[in-house]
């Protein structure tokens, strides 16, 4: 059965050439390969929303939040998408993880393979530990991770390498653990990973633009204490 309309997204940022939201999580992207009646896509809400044609300029993924780039104009999405290759944008996200870590800040180089068909390829994330606590026995830590490239599931499974699984990562920390952690926490099925912050300058006007996402209610629910700093 199709759904009805899907609530509006919120705006971070806009100007004539780019637009930047706040994703929900569950919203796709962009049209899956093999589209469901159900799908909420992050685009084609966006192009009604504001009437516009709209281009994505990264992904993220499904069960992730957070800041997502869209722009309205080709040579601008081309030169953003040059300068993402570059390593010219810069983002931040915030993970909510299982454990403890053995060190305030590290880095994980540990390559990615994407599926067993294809090569194991260079992927680096650095992590700072911002915070940790403990609920009802269980060490949670609040960790902010900048990725220098940009692999399949790399933060998460470059967490789950320092043996930090994020909350509710369903696909790498597994069922009965996420279920139990969601119970726990109160924060049912939702994954604790935000896509926090985006870093760039404008491709028209030159100026650095830095777009946030606003604190995820269900972080400030883990770590009330650091969210309301």
């Known amino acids: 059965m199709t759904q009805g309309p899907a609530s509006p997204l919120n705006i971070l940022y806009q100007d004539e050439w780019l637009v930047a939201v706040d994703k929900p999580a569950g919203h796709l992207v962009h049209p899956a390969d093999k589209p469901q009646d159900d799908d909420l896509v992050t685009m084609k809400i966006l192009r009604d929303q504001i009437g516009r ?35 010219e944008m810069q983002k931040s996200y915030l993970a909510i993880a299982s454990g403890t870590p053995e060190t305030n800040q590290w880095q994980c180089h540990e390559a ?12 680096h994330t650095s992590f700072i530990l911002l915070k940790k606590t403990i609920v009802n026995g269980q060490p949670l830590a609040l960790i902010s991770a900048t990725p220098h490239t940009g692999r399949f599931h790399q933060i998460r499974r470059h967490l789950l390498h320092a ?19 969601g119970k ?45 700093s």
Do not use: W
Not at 54 to 69: A, C, F, Q, S
């Open 163 to 181: 043996d930090l699984p994020i909350i509710g990562d369903y696909r790498y920390a597994g069922i009965d653990q996420s279920d139990r952690m």
């Open 53 to 87: 044609l709209v281009y994505n300029i990264h992904r993220i993924d499904r069960p992730t939040t957070g800041v997502l780039l869209f722009s309205i104009d080709h040579e601008v999405t081309r030169h953003l998408h040059h300068a993402l290759e570059q390593h």
């Open 184 to 228: 726990l926490l109160g924060t049912g099925t939702r994954m604790l990973l935000q896509s926090k912050s985006i870093t760039f300058d404008h491709p028209v006007t030159g100026e650095s633009i830095c777009i946030e996402a606003p604190a995820d209610p269900l972080f400030s629910r883990c770590f009330p204490d650091y969210f309301a």
């Open 112 to 123: 990615i393979q994407k599926n067993e068909n294809t090569p194991a390829r260079e992927a």
